[in-house]
């Protein structure tokens, strides 16, 4: 599997300003289905409080969430789609 960035992110305070993408809903939340950005190929999310269930925010819990997300990149690798395929976009 062929993949571009993997930023990973600890803290106690999440911060999304880096982001400049029409991705996040009025609460500021990434709008998202368990991590999957479907509005924005290729962009992903783990470790989200009840991404998926009450563990996900958690060490022991946010594997699941990782593997949901490996699987969904295998299976569009597996479609003939890059799983870093975007379209041309520019920053703002």
């Not at 982001?19 to 509005?39: A, D, K, N, Q, T």
């Not at 962009?43 to 958690?58: D, I, M, N, W």
Request: one cysteine or more; hydrophobic letters at 35%.
């Amino acid at each position: 599997m062929e993949v571009s960035n993997v930023i990973w992110c600890t803290g106690f305070q999440p911060d999304f300003g880096w982001i400049y993408l029409p991705v996040f809903g009025e609460s500021g939340e990434p709008i998202h289905e368990r991590g999957v950005v479907e509005s924005e190929p290729g962009l992903y999310f783990v470790g989200r409080f009840f991404q998926f269930a009450f563990t996900s925010s958690l060490i022991g819990g946010v594997g699941r969430d990782a593997e949901h997300i490996a699987q969904h990149l295998a299976s569009r690798q597996r479609n003939g789609q890059s799983p870093a395929h975007t379209s041309e976009r520019k920053h703002r």
